[in-house]
């Protein structure tokens, strides 16, 4: 994991950027935001999924003693809204299914 106060990470870092093909910058970008705690909150807001929030929260745990308190708290309430627009979204493909299944009968 990248840390921003070990010189050997930041000098693979450095390295990585300047030899990594165009798809990698984002992970690059990722894990850079992951190390401060602003891109770390911003980091964990931005997730749009389960999966995506998981990784995030992957590459900020490292970290976790230098976040704001209210950071990861935020990201449980974020992980609970993130799982309810899940089984949301599950409950109208089986809604719409039972609809097509009736229609189609």
């Given at each position: 994991r990248f840390d921003a106060r070990c010189l050997h990470c930041v000098e693979a870092d450095a390295s990585a950027s300047r030899q990594a093909p165009?798809?990698?910058?984002?992970?690059?970008?990722?894990l850079r935001r992951a190390n401060t705690p602003e891109g770390a909150r911003r980091l964990?807001?931005?997730?749009e999924s389960v999966e995506e929030l998981r990784r995030a929260?992957?590459?900020?745990?490292?970290?976790a003693e230098a976040l704001p308190a209210d950071v990861i708290p935020a990201s449980r309430e974020?992980?609970?809204?993130?799982k309810a627009?899940?089984?949301a979204a599950a409950e109208e493909a089986a809604?719409?299914?039972?609809?097509e299944a009736q229609a189609a009968a």
């Amino acid at each position: 994991r990248f840390d921003a106060r070990c010189l050997h990470c930041v000098e693979a870092d450095a390295s990585a950027s300047r030899q990594a093909p165009t798809a990698d910058v984002p992970e690059a970008e990722m894990l850079r935001r992951a190390n401060t705690p602003e891109g770390a909150r911003r980091l964990l807001e931005d997730a749009e999924s389960v999966e995506e929030l998981r990784r995030a929260l992957l590459d900020v745990m490292p970290h976790a003693e230098a976040l704001p308190a209210d950071v990861i708290p935020a990201s449980r309430e974020r992980l609970k809204q993130l799982k309810a627009r899940q089984a949301a979204a599950a409950e109208e493909a089986a809604a719409a299914e039972e609809a097509e299944a009736q229609a189609a009968a």
